[in-house]
């Protein structure tokens, strides 16, 4: 007869079924959630072109989508930090489920409230800056650390999948249905979304700084919470560094991506199936990267890998200026897309494990914030650079030169020397309230 297990590897077993049934329902909620914000991304455009028929009424719908990513998304990670990160996303996806089911029953309507349809619009925009930082600190508080790396590739997976589908697919929704059933389905994503999050397994364990004080004190201690997060963001040099750098990053594709189908349709003269070919590629190369990056992150030292990561992006992005065809521009953005997505695992995993989970919130949103205010800047510029005689050289050398530059940065920088031998950054208050071998909560922890 077998032996018994012992009472220690029930416990180990338990431990494993728990944190496999949060991967599950984390991923799940990270899926149908984002699958919902597609279908909205063109519903609320198509609704808008609809009542107003305006090109650029309905563009102003899209620039309400980033704006609330510099404004909110500089205090988002103070709300991450101070209060319960699940009950966080559970309110984010239940306000964007009411929001959605307001815009489903505006599309049913004769007379259609352009203004209250805006407001609809820029309200889901400032959930998205909210619901980040604190997905991320529940996904740190939640998985082991051994895990995180697998996760963050599978999230890289899915985004780099519904960015290479979702237009298609949401635009199709759109059609096939209308608005307003598109915006019920919206609706039935964002619920699901949150039921998922409220079984996870959770216990909110509040710094001493982040505890009950009085209401008089309360604007001060967001103030002072974001003061500090912004000096933990600037206490490590490779998350500094790393903040910066990837900003850079983000300008210098954003001048090649803002103006891609330009160069190809309008400077080049090529049919619209080849811009259609060349994102396809980028799609699937990011797809591709993903997977690559879950066993590249555990075998290879982050740092590394995101300056193999950097370089490889420069050359992607130098070949088409020297050999500007289709063909060689769909290899380069395919390759580009496998560049990035072993960037972003590599940085997200890094950073997830030298910041302390009481402060991954703010670092989180400080560095999204930061990044995202280069991408409108690379878009103009590469507007700007498109004007010249020969635009997809000037566009391509222009973005590789930089890249190049940001390859330089990076490997010269503390970002190359990032592997396990640093600490978690962040003040005693917060580290110590989130020991690394806290035992998991039950699974009806609220």
Known sequence: MAPEPSGGANAATGKEIHVSGNVIRLRSAFLVSNTGDWIYRFAVPTLILRITGSALATAFAY?????????????????????????????????????????????ALHHLPLAVLYGC?????????????????????????????????????????????????????????????AALINTLSFACSAILIYQIAYIHRPAVSQRPAPAAGALGGVRRDFTEGMRLLWQNKAIRYGTGL??????????????????????EGLPKIVFGVIFGAQ???????????????????????????????????????????????????????????????????????????????????????????????????????????????????????????????????PLARMNTGHAAIGCPSLTEDFPADAPDPPDSAI
């Open 63 to 107: 620039v309400l989508e980033f704006i609330p990513y510099v404004i909110v998304g500089l205090v988002a990670g103070v709300v991450a930090d101070r209060w319960n990160r699940r009950w966080i996303l559970v309110i984010c996806d239940t306000g964007s489920t009411g929001i959605t089911l307001i815009i489903a029953g505006i599309a």
């Open 121 to 181: 619009a820029l309200l889901l925009a400032c959930v998205r800056p909210l619901y980040f930082p604190a997905f991320q600190g529940l996904l740190v508080d939640t998985i082991p650390e051994r895990n995180r790396a697998g996760v963050n590739a599978w999230i890289q997976t899915v985004n780099s999948a519904l960015n290479m589908m979702g237009p298609v697919a949401a635009t199709a929704i759109v059609a096939a249905v209308g608005v307003s059933l």
């Open 246 to 267: 990837m900003a850079a990053a983000n300008l210098a594709g954003s001048i090649v991506e803002a103006n891609l189908i330009f160069l190809v349709v309008k400077a």
């Open 283 to 413: 799609g699937l190369g990011s797809v591709v990267g993903a997977m690559l990056a879950a066993r590249l992150v555990g075998r290879y030292p982050a740092g590394r890998l995101l300056v193999y990561g950097m370089g490889g992006s420069a050359v992607a992005t130098l070949l088409p200026a020297l050999a500007p065809h289709w063909w060689v521009l769909t290899a380069c953005w395919g390759s580009e897309g496998i560049m990035t997505s072993v960037i972003v695992v590599s940085w997200f995993t890094e950073r997830q494990r030298i910041v302390a989970p009481g402060a991954i919130g703010r670092v989180v949103s400080v560095s999204r914030a930061i990044a995202y205010v280069t991408i409108p800047l690379g878009a103009l510029l590469g507007g700007w650079l498109a004007g010249s005689a020969d635009p997809l050289r000037e566009v391509f050398g222009f973005a590789a030169a930089l890249q190049a530059a940001v390859f330089l940065g990076t490997a010269l920088s």
